[in-house]
Every structure is written in C-alpha cells, then in structure tokens.
Nanobody, 119 residues
Framework: QVQLVESGGGLVQPGESLRLSCAAS????????MRWYRQAPGKERELVAH????????NYADSVKGRFTISRDNINATVYLQMNSLRPEDTAVYYC????????????WGQGTLVTVSS
C-alpha cells in the first residue's frame, strides 16, 4: 500500500523556522523525484520545491527561493522541507508528492500538514 505521511506542521511566528517531513512507503522511493506543494485558503495548489531521485538536483518556486530547502534520505525513504524566515503568506497546507513516472503510474499524495505563520 502506497503511503506518504507528512508531519512537522504547526503555528509559528513570522521569521521562525519549521521542518516538514514526509515518510514514504509502498513504492520504490529511490527511483522517484519528490515534490512539495502547498495550498493556501482560497487558492490553487502550487509547486514549492522539487528534488531529483538521487537528490542531486533541486528546484524552487521564486516565492521560497533562498528560504526553503528540500532534501531527502533515500535510506529511510523520507523527504524534508526546511522552511526558514517564514512569512504570513507561507500559511498553507503542505503536501508531499511523488509524481507519476509514466501513463500507467499514478501521482502519489500525502494527506497534508498545516503550516500557519502568524503573530
């Protein structure tokens, strides 16, 4: 059974940091690139960060570049999102995603973890 389980969300003040984790199981994690998305209230889901299967390449949305860092541990099948200098506009539900590799595959999603940045 494929599972992606996010954790680490919570309420923080502007300027503080959080680290999100996503534990994967039920598929060959090491062969998949991984992504973090977020969805703020009333807005569409947006891609935040991407990491290649071996972790050698990363990409970020302009809105988080320089503040967020995506990383992965292929031994423990976990992907992380380190979020620094958080802003109120970072408030959203954050989702872990393993994108499908071919038309016969399926996108894999976690249930999401809520991050609230407020003073």
């Amino acid at each position: 059974q494929v599972q992606l389980v996010e954790s680490g969300g919570g309420l923080v003040q502007p300027g503080e940091s959080l680290r999100l984790s996503c534990a994967a199981s039920g598929f060959f994690f090491n062969s998949y690139p991984m992504r973090w998305y977020r969805q703020a209230p009333g807005k569409e889901r947006e891609l935040v960060a991407h990491i290649s299967a071996l972790g050698s390449h990363t990409n970020y949305a302009d809105s988080v570049k320089g503040r967020f860092t995506i990383s992965r541990d292929n031994i423990n099948a976990t992907v992380y999102l380190q979020m620094n200098s958080l802003r109120p506009e970072d408030t959203a539900v954050y989702y872990c995603n393993a994108p499908k590799k071919n038309p016969w595959d399926s996108d894999k999603w976690g249930q999401g973890t809520l991050v609230t940045v407020s003073s």
